[in-house]
C-alpha cells in the first residue's frame, strides 16, 4: 500500500476516534458559565474520555494530516456550541502559531469561514494562540485579521516564557491566560505571587482579562481572586465535559468559596491591622528618643522586635545622612556606614511622606519586596523624625507562611504605600 494512503487511512481511523469535549469558565462576579474551551478528547480501553493531545501530535501524521484532524475537531466544536450552547457565552478553540505560519496573508482564514457557516457571531469565539514558537509578525498581521472580524485573540499559558513578551509588544491580547498548574511544584512564596500579581496588574494596565486556568484547589482559588483575574477555570468547578452546563451550574459553590474568603480574608486584615498598629506604637516610641539623643547614644537604650531588619534616616531629599543600623541578639547594634550619601528619594515611601499633608503623624509601609542583601522578604515603614528627617525602618516579614492568605498584603493591587494615623 503505498505510503500517501497509509496516511490517509490512519487520518480517517484517527478523525473516527476524536470528538470534542468543553471545559467551563466562570466569571467569578456573576458566578456563571460565561464560556467553554474546547478540548480534544478520545475514549481508552476502559471507555473513560482522556485527552487526544497525543494523537494530534502523533509522529505518524505528517503537518498537513495533523492541520486537516484540528480543523475537522474545531469545526465539530463550532457546530455543537452553535447548536446546544446559551446564547450569551463564548467558545475557546486553540490554534497553533504552527498553522498560522503556514497561511499566507492574502489567504482566507478556515476559522472564520467555519464561525460563518455555522452561524455562530464572531464575538462569542476567542482564538486562543498557544506554543512560544511562530513568526511574531505573521501571528500579530493574522491576530489582527481575527479581530477585525470580531473574534476575540487570547494568550494562552502565559508566563510559561518570557518569549512571549514580544507578542505584548506587538499587539495587545483581548484575555491572558495564566496556567496555574505552572505553580504546582513550589509551596505558596512571594515569588509566586509575584508572577501572578505582574500578569493580574498587567491584564488590568492593557485592557485584557485574565483567566487562571487548572484551578484545581480552593487554596489556588484564592491566590486568583487575590491577584485580580476575572475568570477562573479549572477541575474545582468542572473538568472537559460531554455536554454544556446550565449558566448557574456552578454558581452556589462558588459563591460558599467566596464566603469562605471574605471571612479569611477579613481575618488576615485584622491581623495585619493589630500587627501594624502595635509596630506604629513601637516606632513613635524610637522617634522620641531619636529626637532627644544623638542617633548612636538613643539606640543603646532601645531593644527592638526580632523582625526588625535594620533602620536609618534620610533628609527631606532622600539623601542617607546616617549609617544602617542593625540589632542582633548577644552583639547588639550595628552601623554599615557604607551608604551615607545614597539617594532614595525616588522611593514612594519617602515622597509620599514628604508630600503628605500630616507629614508628622503620618506612617507609610511599602509593598512586600525581596532584600537584596539578605534576600529575605520585607517592607519598608517610614515617618518624619523632625523637620528636616525621616526615619526608615525595614522590617521583615512574619515567618508564619500557612497558605494563600498571608500572601494578601503583597498579592493586592493597589497603591504602593499605605499610611496609619
Known amino acids: 500500500m503505498p ?9 480517517e481511523i484517527v478523525v473516527m476516534k476524536l470528538f470534542p469535549w468543553f471545559q467551563p469558565v466562570i466569571e467569578i462576579a456573576s458566578g456563571r458559565i460565561c464560556g467553554y474551551e474546547a478540548l480534544a478528547r478520545r475514549y481508552d480501553a476502559q471507555g473513560v474520555a482522556v485527552s487526544a493531545a497525543p494523537l494530534l501530535f502523533s509522529s505518524a501524521l505528517d503537518a498537513g494530516q495533523r492541520l486537516k484532524l484540528d480543523r475537522q475537531l474545531r469545526r465539530q466544536a463550532l457546530e455543537r456550541f452553535a447548536a ?62 481575527y479581530r477585525d472580524a470580531g473574534v476575540r485573540v487570547a494568550f494562552d499559558d502565559f508566563g510559561a516564557g518570557f518569549q512571549q513578551l514580544d507578542r505584548l509588544l506587538a499587539f495587545t491580547p483581548d484575555i491572558i491566560k495564566l496556567d496555574m498548574r505552572m505553580f504546582h511544584d513550589s509551596r505558596w512564596s512571594h515569588q509566586k505571587s509575584t508572577l501572578m500579581q505582574l500578569v493580574g496588574d498587567m491584564g488590568a494596565r492593557l485592557g485584557a482579562q485574565v483567566i487562571c486556568e487548572g484551578v484545581e484547589t480552593e487554596d489556588e482559588l484564592m491566590l486568583a481572586l487575590h491577584c485580580g483575574a476575572q475568570l477562573i477555570q479549572g477541575y474545582l468547578f468542572a473538568p472537559a465535559l460531554g455536554e454544556f452546563l446550565a449558566a448557574d451550574a456552578r454558581k452556589a459553590r462558588l459563591q460558599r468559596l467566596l464566603d469562605q474568603h471574605l471571612d479569611m480574608a477579613v481575618n488576615e486584615v485584622t491581623r495585619q491591622q493589630w500587627g501594624a498598629q502595635r509596630l506604629r506604637t513601637e516606632l513613635l516610641a524610637l522617634r522620641e528618643q531619636l529626637r532627644s539623643a544623638e542617633i548612636e547614644r538613643a539606640l543603646q537604650d532601645y531593644y527592638p522586635q526580632a523582625d526588625l531588619l535594620r533602620l536609618y534616616l534620610c533628609d527631606r531629599r532622600g539623601e542617607q545622612v546616617s549609617a544602617n543600623y542593625s540589632y542582633s541578639a548577644g552583639v547588639g547594634w550595628q552601623a554599615d556606614t557604607s551608604v551615607l550619601g545614597y539617594n532614595w528619594s525616588w522611593r514612594p515611601y519617602i515622597y509620599q511622606l514628604i508630600a503628605s499633608a500630616e507629614y508628622d503623624s503620618t506612617v507609610l509601609h511599602s509593598e512586600r519586596y525581596i532584600d537584596i542583601a539578605t534576600g529575605q522578604r520585607c517592607y519598608t515603614v517610614s515617618l ?3 523637620a528636616q528627617r525621616v526615619l526608615l525602618v525595614d522590617m521583615l516579614e ?11 498584603s503583597s498579592c493586592q493591587s493597589g497603591s504602593v504605600a499605605g499610611a496609619l494615623r
Open 3 to 11: 505510503l500517501a494512503v497509509a496516511g490517509e487511512l490512519i487520518l
Open 84 to 145: 446546544e450552547a446559551a446564547p450569551d457565552q463564548y467558545l475557546s478553540v486553540n490554534l497553533s502559531p504552527e498553522w498560522m505560519d503556514a497561511l499566507h496573508p492574502d489567504d482566507a482564514l478556515p476559522t472564520l469561514t467555519m464561525i460563518e457557516e455555522v452561524g455562530i457571531e464572531p464575538q462569542r469565539v476567542v482564538i486562543e494562540i498557544t506554543e512560544l514558537s511562530g513568526d511574531v509578525e505573521q501571528i500579530r498581521s493574522l491576530a489582527q485579521r
Open 384 to 386: 518624619a523624625l523632625d
Open 398 to 408: 512574619p515567618d508564619e507562611d500557612a497558605g494563600p492568605m498571608s500572601l494578601l
